[in-house]
Each structure stands twice: as C-alpha cells, then as structure tokens.
C-alpha cells in the first residue's frame, strides 16, 4: 500500500513509524522517502521495541524521528493544521 500512495501522491504522503518488531513497511517508507514525502519515526526512548523504526532509521528512510507524544504535532505541523511557535 505505501508503495502505491507514494507512487500517486509523491511529495504530499506522510509514512509514520511507530514501535514494532521486525521490518514491516521498509519498501514503502524507502518510496514514500525517495519521493520526497515526510517521514517520521518514533524514538529508541519511546518504544516498548525499537524494532521498526530501527531498521528505517538505519535505512535512511526516516526525516524526523521523535517521541510518541511528538507524533501528532510532526503530523498536524505538516498538514499546515498546526504551526509551531
């Protein structure tokens, strides 16, 4: 699914990386990177397994990484929903 949302939509696609094992979604968030759009991965600190946003960190795939409760502002700060002071 990614792969095709970053095929269609390009620059515009937000692919968010939360704690998990494994890892699920490298493709995807590597085409949702390449083709400029956002990607954010939650933090080593934050994750109950540091897994997922692990092997997209160390892929270069991942533009921001943050905290769990970060996570909403990176999204809504994007959208144009929310600016940061």
Do not use: H
Request: aromatic share 8%; hydrophobic share 40%.
């Amino acid at each position: 699914m990614m792969l095709s949302v970053a095929e269609v939509f390009g620059g515009s696609v937000i692919g968010v990386i939360l704690t998990g094992i494994c890892d699920d979604g490298k493709q995807g968030m590597a085409a949702i990177y390449k083709a400029g759009g956002l990607t954010v991965g939650q933090d080593e600190a934050s994750c109950a397994v540091y897994g997922m946003p692990r092997s997209w960190a160390e892929q270069g795939s991942v533009r921001r990484v943050v905290t769990l409760m970060r996570v909403p502002d990176e999204i809504l700060t994007a959208t144009g929903y929310f600016r940061k002071n």
